[in-house]
C-alpha cells in the first residue's frame, strides 16, 4: 500500500484529488491538510507515508516553503507539486526547493498514479511541456549548474541517449515507448540505467547534467 499525503486549501479540489487517487487499490490517503504547516504538524505524530500532493498557493505556509523544510526534516518522502501554476518562476523555485516532480491540477487519474509509481521508482514526473521548459531554464540559468570542464558522455548507449533525448521535449515513459516502438518496461529499464551510469536520481538532474556535457541539443 503506498501511503500519501494531499495538502490542498481548496476542498473541492482536495477532494477531487482524493477521489482520483482512490480509484487505484494501491493507494492510501492518509491525511489531507489544508496548508504546509498543517502538514508538517501532522507528519510531526507520524511521517509513515511515501508521497505527498502539494499545492503552491496556500495561506500560513505555502507549498514552496512547506516542500523545503519536509524535505531537509523528511527525506524518504517523495514531494509531487500539484498545481494550476506553469510558470518558470513557480516551476524552478519548486524544483529548488526539493519537488521531485510537478503536475497540473487538471490531469487525468491515469497520469496521476503513474506519476506516483514514477517518482517512487527515483524518477521525475512533469506534466507535458514542463520537462522541456525545465530544461531551458537550466540553460538560461547557468548559476544553477555546477561547473563542467570537459563533457562527458556517461558510457551511455545510442538508445539510451534517444531515450534521454525524449525526456528532455517532457514525453511520458507512454509516449516514449511509442515513438521509439518498445514497451513501457524496456524504457523503465533505459531510464533506469541512464540515472545509474550518470549517478542521478531524478529527470531533472539528469537532463541539467545531458544538457551541461551537450548529449542533447
Known amino acids: 500500500?503506498?501511503?500519501?499525503?494531499?495538502?490542498?486549501?481548496?476542498?473541492?479540489?482536495?477532494?477531487?484529488?482524493?477521489?482520483?487517487?482512490?480509484?487505484?487499490?494501491?493507494?492510501?490517503?492518509?491525511?489531507?491538510?489544508?496548508?504546509?504547516?498543517?502538514?508538517?504538524?501532522?507528519?510531526?505524530?507520524?511521517?509513515?507515508?511515501?508521497?505527498l500532493l502539494m499545492d503552491i498557493e496556500m495561506p500560513i505556509m505555502n507549498g514552496i516553503e512547506a516542500t523545503e523544510k519536509i524535505s531537509v526534516r523528511w527525506p524518504h518522502i517523495k514531494i509531487v507539486i500539484s498545481t494550476i501554476f506553469d510558470d518558470d518562476q513557480h516551476l524552478m523555485k519548486a524544483i529548488l526547493a526539493g519537488a521531485g516532480g510537478y503536475l497540473m491540477k487538471d490531469e487525468s487519474p491515469g497520469k496521476i498514479h503513474r506519476a506516483i509509481y514514477e517518482i517512487l521508482e527515483g524518477g521525475a514526473p512533469m506534466s507535458a511541456g514542463i520537462a522541456a521548459r525545465t530544461l531551458q531554464l537550466l540553460k538560461m540559468n547557468p548559476v544553477h549548474q555546477e561547473l563542467v570542464f570537459s563533457p562527458e558522455n556517461f558510457e551511455l548507449t545510442e538508445r539510451e541517449k534517444e531515450v534521454l533525448k525524449h525526456l528532455a521535449k517532457g514525453l511520458s515513459y507512454e509516449q516514449i515507448a511509442d515513438n521509439l516502438f518498445i514497451s513501457y518496461g524496456t524504457v523503465r529499464k533505459h531510464v533506469e540505467n541512464i540515472y545509474r551510469k550518470m549517478q542521478v536520481n531524478s529527470r531533472t538532474e539528469a537532463l541539467n547534467k545531458a544538457n551541461k556535457n551537450k548529449l542533447i541539443t
Open 1 to 51: 500500500m503506498i501511503r500519501i499525503g494531499i495538502i490542498e486549501d481548496q476542498g473541492r479540489l482536495a477532494l477531487a484529488l482524493k477521489n482520483k487517487l482512490e480509484l487505484s487499490p494501491d493507494f492510501e490517503v492518509k491525511f489531507m491538510a489544508t496548508n504546509g504547516k498543517e502538514a508538517i504538524e501532522f507528519l510531526h505524530k507520524d511521517a509513515v507515508l511515501e508521497v
